[in-house]
């Protein structure tokens, strides 16, 4: 059960990253799902499967920002439907969802040597099947958003949260790869820290961090940001494992 307390949730948050097997003595990188590692929206797509009222999520988000009350919202939202539904909606989506060029030989590749955590503000049973789907092994998904299969829920102010303390976990620089303003604390509380072009070209998320604090870009558009140094998910992995 996810509580209304932020507080609590971050309680939560903390017990459960400590029951986590992490190699302090590897490198930690942690990436966005959601157009950071493939260009849908998966969330929106489980919406839909339930047919929920996405435009509610939405405008709460418009009117408030991404703060706690409008990520309880989505998750009160979602949790209006059955568990099985709900997981069923999330097998449809994950079946039918490809990730961008080179993110799965990525994924595959530095798992073996770093500690490679998903973390998402979605539905993390999406990106657990996808990544069952895809034969990558020794990833971590950490997610949060349905009343009776989580106990906690992931936000913008969450995924700061969980950067500290993988940052304070690892004498490693931490890596962050994210694409919007959902992931603005996650990079500032990361050493390295990487954009992958969405569909509104990271405008919310520059505009907090301005261009000149981004290490890196990924991009599968026309459109690049001129002063990020371009790389690929194909060339990440000399970066993230030091080979």
């Not at 703060?67 to 939202?77: E, N, W």
């Not at 770093?114 to 998904?141: F, K, M, Q, S, Y």
């Not at 299969?149 to 303390?165: M, P, Q, T, V, W």
Request: charged share 20%; net charge negative; with cysteine.
């Amino acid at each position: 059960m996810i509580n209304t307390c932020e507080t609590k949730n971050a309680a939560e948050i903390l017990k459960h990253l400590k029951e986590l097997i992490i190699d302090n003595t590897k490198p930690i990188i942690l990436l966005d799902a959601d157009r950071t590692l493939c260009d849908q929206d998966t969330g929106r797509k489980v919406f839909d499967y339930l047919n929920l009222d996405w435009s509610i999520i939405k405008k709460g988000f418009k009117q408030h920002g991404y703060v706690y009350t409008g990520f309880k919202t989505m998750c009160d939202v979602l949790s209006t439907s059955t568990k099985q539904d709900y997981l069923n909606s999330c097998h449809k989506t994950a079946a039918n969802m490809e990730l961008y060029p080179g993110a799965v030989k990525f994924l595959s590749n530095i798992s073996k040597q770093v500690n490679t955590i998903i973390l998402t503000a979605g539905c993390g049973p999406i990106w657990e099947e996808i990544l069952d789907l895809n034969r990558i092994e020794h990833v971590t998904v950490i997610s949060g958003g349905h009343s009776t299969c989580d106990n906690f829920l992931i936000g913008r102010k969450e995924k700061g949260f969980i950067a500290s303390y993988f940052n304070a976990l690892t004498s490693h620089p931490l890596i962050a790869i994210g694409d919007s303003d959902v992931d603005t604390l996650m990079l500032l509380n990361s050493d390295i820290r990487g954009l992958v072009v969405n569909h509104k070209n990271n405008g919310d998320l520059i505009n907090n961090l301005g261009t000149e604090s981004i290490d890196f870009q990924i991009s599968f558009s026309d459109f690049k940001h001129r002063k990020i140094k371009q790389t690929s998910y194909f060339d990440l992995q000399q970066l993230v494992t030091g080979e």
